[in-house]
């Protein structure tokens, strides 16, 4: 008798089908070797895409820096970057961080960056960047694109560490989340240009959830562009966000994704989504710190270090340029906490973009397997 076959669940299903997908881009002839296998990859994703932006983010960020300020390390005292306890004042009160955040921001805005990326969960984030456009007037108001995300929220009370069975975050994908969220962003940050779903996934059910994506459908009618960053497992969650309609049109006009030269998975999706017209983010471009001069230890920064010093500049740049050759990045986020590392990731923008021997070469000699990426991020301790 035939052993009956245990089926998948829809999510499983969904992630092998998506899966499936993804490896037709990487699988060639059975004769290539893996180095003439990766060539072609990176000549793939390295063709220019030509589409019909969904929204107004591509023509209002048109002509700035495809380099932004991600306030994730600068809008709490903890945070998972390695040496973040090292770049923030000492005593880390509300007031000594709004002072460090807003040095920082007019760094980045005397560097020409004009993109700024918030969370509700970034602790006290969009309060700080809401002072900061406040007291810098219509010299900043008028050149800085912001955006946030709802769906986490900021539960460690601006704590570094918290108790045993506490998280600093906690994810809630519920319209009642949304809607609570939203009126807190709005009065903060009125002039909003895009509100995302923090970390979306399969599992949480947000990207089918109809109160959620109606409620940001009303949103969206406000003139404000609505997107989804996702988390692992991401495949499944970006092919879903990208075809998410709604009125027989797509809801989704971005998506922000970790794509970095240890975890390159998400590459041939993140194309995809561009080719289809939606604003591509990037999020950890550097590991959280993984892929800076901090990952001491790792054979990533001996090489990554080899090569910097070839190009006269740091291994965290040459680390965001490699992301940047990509035509098909909108906006590649810094995770700075200092002025000094934001001028060193800034000097990625003369890199981009790369040599393509030189980004290949360090495409198939940084790769990681996608669990043995997340299972080391998991493992980075908050500080």
Request: charged share 20%; hydrophobic share 40%.
């Amino acid at each position: 008798m035939r052993k009956k076959r245990k089926r998948k669940s829809n999510s499983s299903r969904q992630h092998t089908e998506s899966h499936s997908r993804v490896c037709r881009v990487n699988v060639h002839s059975q004769n290539s070797t893996p180095s003439e296998n990766m060539i072609a990859l990176m000549t793939t994703l390295l063709q220019p895409v030509s589409s019909t932006p969904r929204s107004h983010l591509q023509s209002s960020l048109a002509g700035a820096p495809r380099l932004g300020l991600g306030m994730a390390s600068l809008g709490r005292p903890g945070y998972i970057n390695l040496g973040h306890h090292e770049d923030l004042p000492k005593e880390r009160t509300v007031e000594q961080m709004r002072e460090h955040a807003f040095t920082v921001l007019d760094e980045a805005l005397a560097l020409g960056l004009r993109y700024i990326d918030c969370a509700r969960s970034y602790g006290l984030s969009e309060e700080f960047v809401a002072a900061w456009l406040a007291s810098r007037g219509d010299a900043a108001a008028a050149v800085v694109t912001v955006g946030s995300k709802w769906g986490y929220e900021y539960t460690a009370n601006w704590r570094v560490h918290v108790d045993e069975g506490q998280a600093h975050e906690v994810k809630k994908h519920t319209p009642e989340q949304l809607e609570r969220q939203l009126a807190e962003t709005l009065t903060l940050l009125p002039n909003i240009a895009l509100y995302q779903i923090h970390s979306a996934t399969l599992e949480s059910g947000v990207l089918t959830n109809d109160a959620v994506l109606e409620a940001l459908v009303q949103f969206r009618a406000q003139g404000v562009a609505v997107g989804a960053s996702v988390s692992n497992p991401q495949l499944p969650a970006l092919e879903a966000a990208i075809s998410v309609e709604r009125g027989n049109a797509p809801l989704f006009a971005s998506v922000q994704a970790t794509f970095n030269l240890l975890d390159q998975s998400a590459g041939p999706l993140l194309q995809k989504a561009a080719e289809v017209g939606v604003f591509v983010i990037i999020k950890e471009a550097l590991a959280n710190g993984r892929l800076s001069s901090r990952g001491v230890g790792s054979s990533a920064l001996e090489i990554l270090s080899a090569e910097a010093a070839k190009l006269n500049t740091t291994v965290d740049a040459l680390a965001l340029a490699w992301v940047l050759t990509f035509p098909w990045v909108g906006m590649c986020l810094s995770g700075a906490s200092t002025c000094e590392q934001l001028r060193s990731n800034a000097d990625a923008l003369r890199l981009a973009p790369l040599d393509a021997a030189l980004h290949t070469r360090l495409a198939k000699a940084l790769g990681q397997p996608v669990d043995e990426y997340w299972d080391a991020r998991k493992a980075l301790k908050w500080n």
